[in-house]
């Protein structure tokens, strides 16, 4: 973890784009809520096979408009090398010059299709053709892609986006810091200095966890999943668990050193916010 603890931390929000103009407010409510906490950049994902172009391009606008530094997610599965370049070409025209390059899933029940397969030729071709007038952030799994066939393959690909260009990455949400740290580890041990920042998922609803943590690989510890099982439908005791949880897993993370934290706040500033309170943040 040497190299990572010289590095300035970064700390950094991420939003979905909302898909009516009340979501609009509400996230340009938020962002000016959690704007007060001087993050470096906010990022907004990027639906299956481009399914929010649009939206995600409205959503980093507004976000610039508005003063905030914006990162938007472009995924490549299903894309042409064409589509790609005139997104990057009209994020580059709005001063955008930070993106988070992924891999992508097609929209359900759609066959593989376009010129990409993986997000390393992804980052490849955005070096290629833009050099380095973009900062690409890439994902990472610290407990593995859940289409991984193997660890070690995983980490093949991780290094291959690295060395196609990366410059940093954010991970999965993970629970566990243990997962975290030995991913750091096994990187650093391939060469890879770059910086790995933890991806942090509040806890405010426990369905809602659940699912997403079916549906990505991030496990779930089996004494924290009883517990919320345990709790039922009493909101205010899961938020509160939760808020414990995810409060000690952030400060155990940065006192061990990791580069930063990255909040997926599901566009809510409330659990966010009162997790970096507590942290003193």
Known sequence: MESQKKLVRTFSFEFFPPNTPEGADKLAQTAKQLAQLNPKFFSVTYGAGGSTRERTLRAVLDLRAAGHAAAPHISCVGSSRNDIREILKEYQTHGIRHVVALRGDLPSGTAASGEFHYANELVAFIRGEFSDQFHIEVAAYPEYHPQARSAQDDLLSFKRK????????????????????????????????????????????????????????????????????????????IRAFGLDVVTKLCDDLLAAGAPGLHFYTMNQAGLTTTIWQRLGL
């Open 162 to 237: 690295v060395e196609a260009g990366a410059d940093s990455a954010i991970t999965q949400y993970f629970y566990n810091t243990d997962c975290y740290f030995h991913f750091v580890d096994e990187c650093e041990a391939m060469g890879l200095s770059l910086p790995i920042v933890p991806g942090i998922m509040p806890i405010g609803r426990f369905s809602q966890l659940a699912r997403f943590s079916d549906a990505s690989g991030a496990e779930i510890p089996r004494w924290i999943r009883r517990k919320l099982e345990g709790y039922g439908d009493d909101t205010a005791s």
